[in-house]
Structures are given as structure tokens and as C-alpha cells.
């Protein structure tokens, strides 16, 4: 029987003080170390896509005088 890996196994270094919040983590959460680790990547690779999001968003407002709702509603009914 061959039984595929969806995994692969990474190693890393951490300084003590990180270890031990992981490890309080992982306990107060009931979860492994892998699991808290992969929540963390997911979690931070959805706050730099939300923060490339936001910026686009500023630009946008900016480049179209978007300072209000009111001022969306005013693009959208100009079109």
C-alpha cells in the first residue's frame, strides 16, 4: 500500500522566547505546532493581500475625488 504525503515536512529555527508562545498556543488552541504555523502563513498572506487591497483602494479614491459614499453613488448614476 502506498500512502501519498499532503505534507511536506519544513524546518525552522526560532529563538526560545517564540517556542514557548508557539507551544502556549498550540495548547490553549488544542492544535500542533503545524497546525498553528500554517494558520499564521494563511493568516499574514490575507493581511498583505487585504493591505494591497486597501492601497489600491486609496489610489483609486484618490484618482476619481472619492471622499464620501455620496461620491460613489454620484460615479455610478454618471454612468
Known amino acids: 500500500m502506498n500512502i501519498t ?6 524546518s525552522v529555527s526560532l529563538p526560545p522566547p517564540l517556542v514557548r508562545q508557539l507551544d502556549a498556543l498550540r495548547k490553549k488552541a488544542g492544535k500542533s505546532r503545524s497546525s498553528i504555523v500554517a494558520s499564521l502563513i494563511k493568516r499574514y498572506a490575507m493581511e498583505k493581500q487585504w493591505k494591497q487591497l486597501r ?3 486609496e489610489e483609486t479614491a484618490k484618482k476619481f475625488h472619492i471622499t464620501s459614499e455620496d461620491d460613489i453613488a454620484r460615479i455610478l448614476d454618471a454612468s
Open 55 to 57: 492601497s489600491w483602494g
Open 5 to 10: 504525503r499532503t505534507t511536506t515536512v519544513v
